[in-house]
């Protein structure tokens, strides 16, 4: 059983956009707190952006000001908009759900069987 599913990856040239989809359960977009990681080719999975139920958004300096998160609650979909990509951008890209902001960041270090296929974005120069 996985919770959640991404989606929306893809090949894309260095400037361009993509939309990633995050689609799961009622129950888990109840969750306080939500996120998108990225696992860049040989390093460790890192946490980029969250949003919680009151709307606050964070971001990882990498990608502020260039990456969007938002959640639909009525659809159960959490969306990662990503603009003016940038090869270092290139990586699997995961969600998960949470009861706070401090638990997203500890999720980011468990194991890979923890964790779904993601999607593979990849970014061209």
């Known amino acids: 059983q996985v919770p959640l599913v991404e989606s929306g990856g893809g090949l894309v040239q260095a400037g361009g956009s993509l939309r990633l989809s995050c689609s799961g359960s009622?129950?888990?977009?109840?969750?306080?707190?939500m996120g998108w990681y990225r696992r860049a080719p040989g390093k460790q999975r890192e946490l980029i952006a969250t949003?919680?139920?009151?709307?606050?958004?964070n971001y990882r300096a990498s990608v502020k000001g260039r990456f969007t998160i938002s959640k639909n609650s009525e659809q159960n979909i959490l969306n990662l908009q990503m603009d003016n990509l940038k090869p270092e951008d290139t990586g699997v890209y995961y969600c998960?759900?949470?009861?706070?902001?401090?638990?997203?960041?500890?999720?980011?270090?468990?194991?890979?069987?923890?964790w779904g296929q993601g999607t593979q974005v990849t970014v061209s120069s």
């Open positions: 998960s759900a949470a009861e706070s902001l401090d638990t997203l960041q500890i999720i980011a270090t468990l194991s890979d069987d923890n």
């Open positions: 009622e129950t888990i977009f109840k969750a306080p707190a």
């Open positions: 949003v919680t139920n009151d709307g606050h958004t």
